[in-house]
């Protein structure tokens, strides 16, 4: 049987990648600490002895009896209320836990994937996002413990596939929701939609003119499928290129909901990125991969998710 490892587990998209393995025929080996983790997102694993949770920190040393195909390394927070209030443990699992995880499929012989994010383009000056832009970040910033930490991650995955031979797979992940997202996760997902299902004013940063992408979470894991199982080791985008401003994002929500929240302005955060949208060229071509799930729909979704947990 083959046999995935997935480090980050019990996070939002740990659990969804864990349950698209399984489905798949592996085993399942999933780490986590829990630091954000939530380990009711794999309870409904309970008695399937394909799966196997071992709580540990992955900036420890990482020792697996058996054989190992596939190392998914997730391992991180994700979300700025989370890197902010964790950022050591962040610039940790960014730099220990990927040189741990790359270790072990080093040892394992095993194929190695690293969830990166788009945060690497900081706040950026091309747009859309190409995977050959270097970014615009500032690494003493509040949000440089983050955004470094996938820097150096994505550097140490490479330096492992040309000095060792690693068989590895970095994307660069946009702003993905979905179903398993935690109600105050502080990103602006799960913030609007909790907001407007207590009628509460939606909080917008600035004059909402700053622009996001969503992908649904189905999308992403479909494109992460596709590029474990593709033979490209540099950084591929997946996410979603329809670009809309926060404050179109926010109006979309409450009218989702049919709320009568109204809207509140706050300062910009530090280093708060204008725009973020991906160009998604070489997914298409690589991987045939793009997002089926509409806006509208995947938001439904997750609206549904939540409306029992207000």
Known sequence: MTT???????GFLGSHLTDRLLAEGHQVIGIDNLITGNVANLEHLAGD????????DVTNHLFLPGPVDFIWHL????????????????????????????GLAR?????????????????????????????????????????????????????YHRAHGVDT?????????????????GRVVPNFIAQALRGEPLTIH???SQTRSFCYMDDLIEGFWRLMHAGRHEPVNIGNPNELTILEFAEKIIALIGSASTLEKRPRPVDDPNVRRPDITLARSLLGWEPKVGLDEGLRRTIAHFQDRV
């Open 4 to 10: 995935s490892v997935v480090t980050g587990a019990a």
């Open 49 to 56: 002895g394909r799966f196997k949770f071992i709580k540990q």
């Open 75 to 102: 391992a991180s927070p994700a979300s700025p209320v989370d890197y902010l209030e964790y950022p050591i443990q962040t610039l940790k699992v960014g730099s220990l836990g990927t040189h741990n995880a790359l």
């Open 107 to 159: 040892e394992k012989k095993a194929r190695f994937f690293l969830a990166s994010t788009s945060e690497c383009y900081g706040d950026p000056l091309v747009h859309p996002q190409r995977e050959d832009y270097w970014g615009n970040v500032n690494p003493v910033g509040p949000r440089g413990c983050y955004d470094e930490a996938k820097r150096f991650a994505e550097a140490m995955t490479m330096a």
């Open 169 to 185: 797979r970095i994307v660069r992940i946009f702003n993905t929701y979905g179903p398993r997202m935690r109600l105050r996760d």
């Open 206 to 208: 600035g004059d909402g």
